[in-house]
Structure formats: C-alpha cells, structure tokens
C-alpha cells in the first residue's frame, strides 16, 4: 500500500465584513437595530459597527476604515445621512446598504427599499446589488435631487427640531407658512449652448425619482437612467402650486404649460445674485451652479426590479 500523507485543513474565508454606520440623530436613528443586525449576521456576515464622534466626518471615516478588508458600508438614517457617505462612496467604490431610519428616507423609496430596519436588512443580506447614478453641483453630490428656490428655502424653514417632532407632517407646516411669501426670480439655464432666460419659483435637478417627502421628479424618472430630470415651476401667483401638488407628487407635472421641464447630463444655472442649493434637504452650496451627472457610479442594495414598472424607451 502506498503511503498517503493528510492534506492540512484549509482555512475557511472569513465571511464578509459589513461596517455599520448608524447616525443616531435621524428622526428614528436611537430606534433598535438588533434584529436588523441579527438578519445580518445570520446571513454569514460579520457586522462592525462604528459610532461617529464629535466633529467625525462620515465619509473620512468610511474612507479610514475602507482598507480593513470591507465588503461594503451599511449606513442607517435619512437622505442626509447618504448624502454625507456618498464622496467616500464613490471614490472607495464599496458598495451600500440602507436601513432607512430618517425623515422622508427618499433614496430608499426610490430603490423600493422597504421602511421597516430589519425587512431593509433582508434585502442587505440578498446581496442583490444595483448601480445607481449620482447627481453633482459645484463639486457637491446628490442621490435625489438639487433645488434652487421655494425648495432651498423650504430648507432653510424646516428645522432638525420639527422633522424629529411631526416627521413628514413637518414638510407640510413649513411649506404652508413659506409659500404665502414665495416669490418668483430670474435665472438663466444653460444646456447643450442653449441659454434658456426664466422667472420661476423653483429649478430641480433631479437623478432620482423621490425627493421632499412625497414629491416625484418625473413620472419616468429612476435613480439609475443615466440621464438628470430638470424642471422648473414658472407660475405667476403661489396659489397655482396648490392646484400644482398632485401632480408633482405624481410626477406628471411636466404636462401643465406653467412647468418647463427636459433632461440633459449637464447644465448650468445662473441667478442675479447668489442663491442657495439644497442637495438631498441640506444647503450645501449656492448659484451660479454647474450640474452634471456621474452614471452608475454607486453600488447599492437593493430588491429585484419589476420589469412592468420600469419606463418603456
């Protein structure tokens, strides 16, 4: 008989490791996570949670930590929350996941991401990934949508305390006591050489197809079409938004002859004097502004899409 010799065990791989990042300052950010992370875990994932100190960036840390080994970063809380990941996102390349814990949670809603912690972490543990595009203006990036006007100060109205307190109901009490002194402005939109002179209440850019709590940018618009949606609502007097508001929650606002609306990858927006920008429901930077679009650069979890349910060319 031959003599055999016993081959050494091999190491099994350790299983993927999931830095969770959770901002406990969203409107349901001090929620329990335990059974999201439970799902997590149970799934052959080894979950690290990091707790941002005082002044600790979210995308320096996701940066820092981006050498450990990372198989992706699962962030929980709002769109803003996202927003402050996404430099780091993208230039890292890890893919994310979403428990979606703030106040609108738009970019979720977008990808149907479900708004329950631990059905979010189901879809986590699925590992189905989806490429998304992601929006910039003057070198700030945006999942959902970039405003100037009603938007911007709308922004500027809503404050951290009245999002904790009333939640979606908070966009609602501002808006009313905003629009009675909304006032349109002047700006010049440039696209494909074309300058486009407009007085307007409001310019978005949107990427993806929620933003605000309810609003839709377009009726075809997805977070992954490779285009931006810009529109711009050129009413006369405030009270025509109010007969606007189904439509823009619908999406089919472009249809009425007071809203321009086109897409384009790139386009710039210019105003008699600075303006400020809301990206994702936070002022980040103001007019004149540059947008431009970075196709399918985001790898994010997300469920299976319904073919039925996507725009048809």
Request: with cysteine.
């Amino acid at each position: 008989m031959p003599e055999t010799t016993a081959l050494p065990d091999t190491p099994a791989a350790p299983p993927p490791r999931l830095l969770l990042i959770v901002n406990r300052h969203a409107r349901n950010g001090g929620a329990s996570v335990a059974e999201a992370l439970d799902i997590l875990r149970d799934g052959g994932r080894e979950v690290v949670e990091h707790q941002c100190g005082p002044g600790e960036k979210l995308a320096d840390v996701i940066r820092a930590r981006a050498a450990e080994g990372l198989a992706a970063v699962v962030l929980g809380g709002g769109d803003g929350t996202l927003n402050a990941a996404a430099p780091a996102l993208k230039d890292t390349g890890l893919p994310m996941g979403i428990l979606p814990l703030g106040t609108a949670n738009d970019l979720a809603r977008s990808l149907g991401i479900p708004a329950d912690a631990a059905d979010a972490a189901r879809i986590i543990a699925q590992g189905r990934l989806r490429r998304i595009d992601l929006g910039e203006v003057n070198g700030h990036l945006f999942f959902n949508v970039a405003s100037i006007g009603f938007s911007a100060e709308l922004a500027q109205e809503l404050r951290a305390e009245a999002k904790q307190r009333w939640g979606k109901l908070g966009y609602a009490i501002a808006a009313f006591r905003l629009l009675r002194r909304a006032r349109p402005f002047t700006a010049w939109i440039t696209q494909d050489g074309q300058v486009r002179r407009v007085k307007t209440l409001q310019i978005s850019v949107g990427n993806g197809r929620h933003y605000g709590g309810g609003m839709t940018v377009a009726s075809s618009a997805r977070p992954d079409d490779g285009k931006l949606d810009i529109y711009s609502l050129e009413v006369a007097h405030w009270w025509r938004l109010l007969a606007l508001l189904p439509y823009l929650r619908l999406g089919t606002h472009g249809q009425w002859r007071d809203v321009r609306s086109f897409q384009a990858l790139e386009c710039k927006v210019v105003t008699r004097r600075p303006m400020p920008i809301n990206t994702d429901g936070e002022l980040s930077t103001s007019t004149p502004a540059r947008f431009h679009l970075w196709p399918g650069c985001i790898q994010v979890f997300a469920p299976a899409q319904n073919p039925s349910n996507r725009p048809q060319p």
